[in-house]
């Protein structure tokens, strides 16, 4: 079983569907934890609301195009989500493979490591929390040192919302 890191966002109805998105997840692949969740500024446009964003770490067999076109993009596609020409648009779900074992990958429309994962504080914070020993293929950098240098301002934590999303997920 390979270990994968899942960045999960939202920014229509986003409690709902973040965690709509997290039960589905775990119902298709071993769910073996969730990052905290956070309340973070939409990217590009100011003018729609902000996001919950989290990372979500799985163990699979699945292969990456396997886990981005069958599992990902199926629970985006029962959460409605559409997609536009405007990659910053408000959306109901958004989940990205960020990191998948050491695989470095270029190919089948992948990029893994997720170079975002360099940029985002909401990417890098919570794959730091998850795997804080990590040291992201194919860059040579570690996880921590990446999420250290992003500013995380405009990253609030929902503490709440967590806990009762990862009471959920003990239960099942």
């Not at 986003?14 to 071993?30: E, F, G, M, S």
């Not at 109901?92 to 990191?99: R, S």
Request: charged fraction near 25%; hydrophobic fraction near 45%.
């Amino acid at each position: 079983m390979i270990s994968a890191y899942i960045g999960i966002g939202s920014n229509i109805e986003p409690a709902a569907n973040v965690r709509a998105a997290v039960h589905a997840l775990a119902h298709r692949t071993r769910l073996v934890a969730i990052s905290t969740v956070y309340l973070t500024a939409a990217i590009g446009t100011q003018d729609q609301p902000p996001y919950y964003n989290c990372v979500a770490k799985i163990e699979t067999a699945a292969p990456p195009a396997g886990i981005k076109f069958g599992i990902l993009r199926n629970i985006e596609d029962s959460l409605e989500r559409k997609r536009t020409a405007d990659k910053f648009a408000p959306r109901t779900i958004d989940l990205d493979l960020l990191v998948y074992g050491d695989l470095v990958l270029d190919a089948e429309g992948i990029k893994l490591p997720d170079p975002d994962i360099l940029e985002r504080p909401f990417l890098a914070v919570p794959l730091c929390e998850l795997a804080p020993d990590m040291v992201l293929a194919g860059y040579g950098l570690r996880i921590v040192g990446i999420a250290a240098r992003l500013p995380q301002d405009g990253m609030k934590p929902l503490g709440d919302y967590t806990r009762l999303l990862r009471k959920e997920l003990a239960r099942q």
